[in-house]
């Protein structure tokens, strides 16, 4: 069978990384397939660069719309990313009849119920494998390998540039900032960091998994999205001496009035497997309730993990191109017009157990207050330890930490609770408030 010939807008690090293992393993892949699958031409602002790349396999041009405009094409793999111009050249593909391959998380985290219309009624396929967990094959396992579970929900640390940063903090005691740039010399934080410090990132990701696992649309703006920016080391220390460990989850849950979507700072216990995944790397899980919970790990970020995700896609494109539409797995996972319209909660009616971090004036009767207003809101403690703050500890300190774990309760009581608490005169400071997740 003749082989697809594939265009790729945009040779970075990912588009080098894929015509690489493309090059390398073609036979394997080939084998696979059941069709050669073949990068033919290249559209790269940067020409000669992108020459010096792909030799004389390909032809480069610096105008992607003649890769979609050109017959021979048959996938069009868009590596720019963001949501402007990338979003324009995806539907031009897809009016033109080519198939899509995307790492684009944000494009279709925010755009994609106009594009999967778009390419449903174009008859042509929009996959995604690397817009998720890099080169873990969590799209593959959500849509395909769980597929007689109903899901119950989805967890993941899914921003390698945040788990780095945290696992920085955490081994060598540095602080937010020197861990960041050191983040971004390594390659791991995207363009803009604000992306992925903020959670942003994690959203998008948070936001497919929620649409895959549970076949409501993608609904990034009903996310709940908080980073990792007021974390300080001393939050980190408390929860190791708890025994959990900070991480930067995206979690999406069925509950009773809908489906949770949320990214924030959890606590989790530390003998998770889950909570010992280090530095850059990923990990999904994911309760279903006829598999129980699975756990998927390994690189989410990077040339030849992320290429391995774009070309998986490519394969199940060859395989696949000649099925009809109702013969395909569905983009989403459920079949279009089978999507379920169970809404977002809203944060407030999230349930999740805290741990809160009070800076309090050292005398008698503090603890009783707090510990009061956590009465009064119906909020029951699991643990409280007392600690002498970093900086004015020691002898004679008139200033204390006071951690506070309790059990589950309603985010929207939680934050009435901590209004009253805050407003305590011997409450020094802003209460630091993080959510923790059994994962159980
Ligand atoms: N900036 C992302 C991360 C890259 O840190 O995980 C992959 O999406």
Request: net charge negative; hydrophobic share 50%; with cysteine.
């Given at each position: 069978?003749?082989?697809?010939?594939?265009?790729?807008?945009?040779?970075?690090?990912?588009?080098?990384?894929?015509?690489?293992?493309?090059?390398?393993?073609?036979?394997?892949?080939?084998?696979?397939?059941?069709?050669?699958?073949?990068?033919?031409?290249?559209?790269?602002?940067?020409?000669?660069?992108?020459?010096?790349?792909?030799?004389?396999?390909a032809?480069?041009?610096?105008?992607?719309?003649?890769?979609?405009?050109?017959?021979?094409?048959?996938?069009?793999?868009?590596?720019?990313?963001?949501?402007?111009?990338?979003k324009?050249?995806v539907?031009?593909?897809?009016?033109?009849?080519?198939?899509?391959?995307?790492?684009?998380?944000a494009?279709?985290?925010?755009?994609?119920?106009?594009?999967?219309?778009?390419?449903?009624?174009?008859?042509?396929?929009?996959?995604?494998?690397?817009?998720?967990?890099?080169g873990?094959?969590?799209?593959?396992?959500?849509?395909?390998?769980?597929?007689?579970?109903?899901?119950?929900?989805?967890a993941g640390?899914?921003?390698?540039?945040?788990?780095?940063?945290?696992?920085?903090?955490?081994?060598?005691?540095?602080?937010?900032?020197?861990?960041?740039?050191?983040?971004?010399?390594?390659?791991?934080?995207?363009?803009?960091?604000t992306?992925?410090?903020?959670?942003?990132?994690?959203?998008?990701k948070?936001t497919?998994?929620?649409?895959?696992?549970?076949?409501?649309?993608?609904?990034?703006?009903?996310?709940?999205?908080?980073?990792i920016t007021?974390?300080?080391?001393?939050?980190?220390?408390?929860?190791?001496q708890?025994?959990?460990?900070?991480?930067?989850?995206?979690?999406?849950?069925?509950?009773?009035?809908?489906?949770?979507?949320?990214?924030?700072?959890?606590?989790?216990?530390?003998?998770?497997?889950?909570?010992?995944?280090?530095?850059?790397?990923?990990?999904?899980?994911?309760?279903?309730?006829?598999?129980?919970?699975?756990l998927?790990?390994?690189?989410?970020?990077g040339?030849?993990?992320?290429a391995?995700?774009?070309?998986?896609?490519?394969?199940?494109?060859?395989?696949?191109a000649?099925?009809?539409?109702?013969?395909?797995?569905?983009?989403?996972?459920?079949?279009?017009?089978?999507?379920?319209?169970?809404?977002?909660?809203?944060?407030?009616?999230?349930?999740?157990?805290?741990?809160?971090?009070?800076?309090?004036?050292?005398?008698?009767?503090?603890l009783?207050?707090?510990?009061?207003?956590?009465?009064?809101?119906?909020?029951?403690?699991?643990?409280?330890?007392?600690?002498?703050?970093?900086?004015?500890?020691?002898?004679?300190?008139?200033?204390?930490?006071?951690?506070?774990?309790?059990?589950?309760?309603?985010?929207?009581?939680m934050?009435?609770a901590?209004?009253?608490?805050?407003?305590?005169?011997?409450?020094?400071?802003?209460?630091?408030?993080?959510?923790?997740?059994?994962?159980?």
């Open positions: 069978m003749k082989p697809i010939q594939v265009g790729l807008l945009g040779i970075g690090t990912v588009g080098t990384g894929t015509f690489n293992v493309l090059q390398r393993n073609q036979e394997e892949i080939r084998r696979r397939a059941g069709r050669g699958i073949e990068v033919t031409m290249v559209a790269d602002l940067d020409v000669a660069r992108a020459q010096a790349i792909v030799g004389t396999h032809q480069v041009v610096n105008d992607a719309r003649a890769v979609i405009a050109n017959p021979d094409i048959d996938v069009v793999v868009e590596l720019i990313g963001g949501y402007g111009i990338a324009t050249l539907l031009e593909a897809i009016a033109a009849g080519k198939h899509v391959v995307t790492a684009n998380k494009l279709l985290a925010v755009h994609g119920t106009e594009i999967f219309a778009a390419a449903s009624a174009k008859g042509v396929m929009v996959a995604f494998e690397a817009a998720v967990a890099g873990i094959p969590i799209i593959k396992a959500l849509r395909e390998g769980l597929t007689a579970n109903r899901i119950q929900w989805v640390i899914i921003n390698g540039t945040t788990n780095f940063i945290l696992s920085e903090m955490r081994d060598k005691g540095l602080n937010f900032d020197v861990v960041l740039k050191e983040a971004q010399r390594l390659g791991y934080a995207e363009a803009d960091p992306f992925d410090i903020e959670g942003v990132d994690a959203a998008h948070a497919l998994m929620s649409a895959l696992a549970f076949g409501i649309p993608v609904q990034f703006d009903k996310a709940y999205v908080e980073g007021a974390l300080s080391s001393a939050d980190i220390r408390y929860a190791e708890l025994g959990y460990r900070i991480k930067l989850l995206g979690i999406t849950k069925r509950v009773a009035g809908g489906v949770e979507l949320r990214v924030h700072p959890c606590l989790i216990p530390a003998q998770r497997l889950i909570a010992n995944v280090e530095g850059a790397m990923n990990a999904v899980m994911v309760q279903g309730d006829a598999v129980g919970t699975t998927y790990y390994g690189k989410g970020a040339a030849e993990p992320t391995s995700a774009v070309i998986a896609d490519l394969v199940d494109i060859a395989r696949l000649a099925a009809d539409e109702a013969h395909r797995v569905p983009h989403l996972a459920f079949q279009a017009n089978a999507m379920s319209d169970l809404p977002v909660v809203p944060m407030s009616e999230v349930v999740t157990s805290y741990y809160l971090r009070l800076s309090v004036a050292d005398e008698p009767g503090v009783a207050k707090v510990t009061g207003i956590l009465a009064q809101s119906g909020i029951s403690i699991d643990a409280v330890l007392q600690r002498e703050a970093d900086k004015v500890g020691g002898e004679g300190a008139t200033q204390t930490d006071l951690i506070i774990l309790t059990h589950d309760t309603r985010e929207g009581t934050n009435e901590l209004a009253l608490m805050q407003a305590l005169p011997t409450v020094k400071g802003p209460i630091h408030r993080i959510r923790k997740e059994a994962l159980a």
